[in-house]
């Protein structure tokens, strides 16, 4: 009993600012080790600061890359040249740049999608990346 | 078995005689001993391009989707016959897209250089070609080559 009380005051004590999983993980650890040192840092549990990891927006939305989707593929390519823009410009991973490069090809050979321009209609569609930022310097 | 997606493009007919197309070509699947799983239709729209077939040029076309499962080593000669079809302008033929499991890698990607595991394995690999060295730490109290 007396255990739940101070363990109680300690979330309340350290609350604010701090992660909950660090909360946690001290908690936890004045529980386990009390026969000890109560107050023992448990040097095993998790990086409690560990960002989020990054994900393409492809991967996010669990969007399926198809070469009849041509509205979707038209956004990878450029309006001035009907270029694929590269991995360094779209911020897609490396599977999926695969996979749009491969759905693009298809999608011109049987006609579906211009080879030298972007579709006219599409112009106007949002932008999913900024063209004039790449993530990693080019050499155009 | 694979399924299989043509993607076809007609030349601009009435529908009477349209319909008489797309049920020719449904049959030449049927004859190669093929099932048909869907069959869509894209729309009358314009090409991207300009094609010329058959001796005349195009600018529109209709679209049409056909979704079937034949047995692989008729694809060649399905694609055979319909290249001598006059009323189609293209057809390409796909095969149909697997859900794709993979998890994003773009996190590892963005490390710096040192840290992404494939420019480690460079490293690693072009480690390999170096010359044996010989270390000074092995025991033996002398150099035992020419210095």
Do not use: W
Not at chain 1, 8 to 23: D, H, M, T, V
Not at chain 2, 17 to 42: P, S, Y
Not at chain 2, 119 to 133: F, G, T, Y
């Amino acid at each position: 009993m007396n255990f739940l009380v101070r363990n109680s005051n300690l979330r309340s004590f350290i609350g604010a600012g701090y992660p909950i999983k660090y909360i946690q993980g001290i908690c936890n650890t004045s529980t386990s080790s009390s026969t000890t040192d109560p107050d023992a840092p448990d040097f095993d549990m998790e990086n409690p600061f560990e960002k989020e990891k990054q994900q393409c927006v492809l991967c996010k939305h669990n969007i399926e890359v198809d070469y009849k989707n041509v509205r979707l593929l038209s956004q990878f390519q450029s309006p001035y040249t009907g270029r694929i823009y590269s991995r360094n410009i779209t911020g897609l991973c490396k599977r999926q740049q695969q996979l749009v490069e491969r759905e693009i090809k298809k999608a011109q050979v049987a006609a579906l999608m211009p080879t030298y321009f972007k579709q006219p209609s599409y112009l106007k569609d949002p932008q999913l990346f900024d063209i004039e930022k790449p993530l990693r310097p080019h050499r155009f | 078995m694979i399924t299989y997606e043509l993607m076809l493009l007609l030349r601009t007919m009435p529908k009477p005689e349209l319909h008489g197309v797309l049920k020719r070509i449904a049959t030449a699947i049927f004859d190669k001993g093929g099932v048909i799983r869907k069959l869509d239709n894209l729309g009358h729209k314009d090409m991207p391009y300009k094609t010329s077939s058959h001796g005349v040029v195009y600018n529109k076309a209709s679209y049409f989707l056909y979704e079937f499962t034949v047995p692989p080593s008729s694809i060649d000669t399905l694609l055979d016959e319909y290249g001598r079809d006059v009323d189609i302008i293209r057809r390409r033929i796909y095969k149909k897209n697997e859900e794709n499991k993979f998890k994003c890698t773009l996190d590892e990607e963005l490390q710096p250089p040192p840290y992404r595991k494939e420019v480690q394995e460079m490293i690693a690999k072009a480690r390999r070609l170096d010359k044996p060295k010989f270390s000074y730490n092995n025991g033996m109290d002398y150099y035992p080559f020419q210095k």
